[in-house]
């Protein structure tokens, strides 16, 4: 390989697919090291895409005061020096600018406890540091825990790969250093052909995917990056888009029964219940009884916020199947909320003669009967249709544990099921498209009448006494309580308050008010004692962690109390204070922040204001990004890197639209193999073992 190889040398073509074992000079530690990052072909390396880009073409002189942006400086390191505490250590080290000017400028480097940086870092190396300049009491400014490079300018390659240009920095890959793995995807960059790499969205002509893919690593400029991930982003959309548009047809390909909306059951269980449906919940069973007599499978998604009801819309739907002689499914995410649909189903089934059966892992009740029964359970047991036969409907509680994967081995079972998928997790405009993209979708945007809206108050940590104080008052008036923890143990560096300790402080401090625990760790049977307990009243108080987060009904309970509230998620928060709120009372959210919240209170402000899930969602979307809601690496769906939601939502209706149209003129993709094999691909793994 010639040593100036680059993007745009003649030297050997690598096809797009080779396996990462076909480069040249590869190390078996290296290669495996590249294998243990997910990285196995070509393909897999180059989209191995930088974490950010260092202007290295010019750079600027040492600064005198702190910044609040982050800089890239280069020097020649000084002096190091090594500090050991016990077990802790500290290497520091003088960078100087390399200006001339006498005496030279100098910035101190500090990283604590990584013993090997001695090993790397000598006096007399040339070094790129990035980070953020502080200032230090003793004056001069220090760069804690800098990002670094050390430049060996002598090697040929340097010059070429390293400097003089817009530099990007990759996420780092086991051994290998960032320069070893620049120059790596540097040169296989330069072996790949124009045409090598398969375009996939065919509307961008000003630049292939090959070249946008070299620039995405190594661009000339600001807007030629821009160019290359608005094409590369496009293009990770359309693929997704491509996968959702083949599953949804994949979906309502085949027949399923047909259930009709009226029947005599129908009519004696509305007018049985204690209540008025809503004008939101006529309307969304008017979307569903439409697609249930199809006789096509129905895939709807269900979204109202925390109390809206969301209940009785399934039990009116699976009634309607047991009237046309099916059995209908309900599968809960966990099995503290099974249990209590099922205490609920029978409430409203068994005095209308249809039988109510509960199958969890825990719990395999044999039914007595063969004929159309309502099955409650949990996901997972979904996938054993030894245990909940072959529902005509299947009602999905809850879906966010519950993704496009698990949709689309449902799908798989023949005959298809009708599914009907309910969530509050509120989901803004941009999150429909890619994680429902398979579903038709109906709000429920309206809440039972006569509900108080819940008060939220955020609080220092100092204000616990208070706050305990307050919560005795409403135990006294014989309301209930929930207390929520980050974490179920204390953990040795978390520094969080955690629920089995305070447990054992709560039932002190309430006395003689019961208090039970309840977390994820317990046994079936334990949980459902316990909730059992609290439903009835008899335990006052649940010191809980989120296991409460999704679907627990209890009227009584009044008051939600959450500590080291700043380790929750906006989103999170708001389903925690849907527990509460739920009867004729006023109900009381306090959210208590930890001692080291800092400015994370002002986040949790917005919960004092917002009542609706929506905008409490759009705030948590530019908060903390889409990553979280758009962990792809679960849903099976292709990743969404460059992509940035909500800023790039119109190349994502953009590509929603060519996906749709795409599949509907070409189904096989009889004229685009290379996208055919991209979408086996991405299905393979979407079929592949679900959770
Ligand atoms: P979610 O949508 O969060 O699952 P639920 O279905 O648990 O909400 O309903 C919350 C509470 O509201 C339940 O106690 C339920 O009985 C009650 N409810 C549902 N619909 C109505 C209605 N139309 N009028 C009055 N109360 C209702
Ligand atoms: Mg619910």
Redesign the pocket.
Known sequence: MSKTSGPASEVAPLPWDSPLAALPRLTPARLRALHGAGLQTVHDLIRHYPRRHEDRRKFPAFPTDATPEPLCLRGTVQSVRSTYFGRRSQFTLVLAEKSGRVPAATVQCRWFNLRYLSKILQAGQDLVIHGRPRALKKGGLVFDHPDFEVLESDAPDSALIHLNRITPVHPSIGIWSPRALRRLIFETLGQLSGEDVPQLWPADRNLTTTAALRAIHFPESEDEFEAARTHLAREELFEMQCVLARQRARQTGGRAPVIPRKSKLLARFLKA??????TA?KRVLTHIFDDLATGYPMNRLLH???????????ATAMLGAIAAGHSAALMAPTQVLAHQHYD?FRKLFEPLGVPVVLRTAARQEKSGTAGPRIVIGTHALLFAPQTVGRPALVVI??QHKFGVRQRAKLSAQKPHPHVLV?S?TPIPRTLALTLYGDLDLSL?DEM????LPIRTLVRAPEKLGEAAAFLRQKLDEGRQAYLVYPVIEEGVRTGLKAATAEYARWSERLAPHSCALLHGRLKADEKDVIMASFRAGETRVLVSTTVIEV?I?V?NATVLLVENAERFGLAQLHQLR?RVG??ADQSWCILLAGEDAGDKIERLKILEEASDGFSIAEADLELRGPGDLLGTAQTGLPPVRLAKLPRDLPLLEEARSAAQKLMAHDPELAAHPALRARLGFWEKQLFAGVA
């Open positions: 219940l204690p209540f008025d449906l809503t919940q109202g916020d925390v109390g809206s009801g969301k209940t009785v819309v399934a609920n509680d809850e309910m509050a429920l039972p009448p006569g509900r679907g009904d009227a849907g739920r009867g």
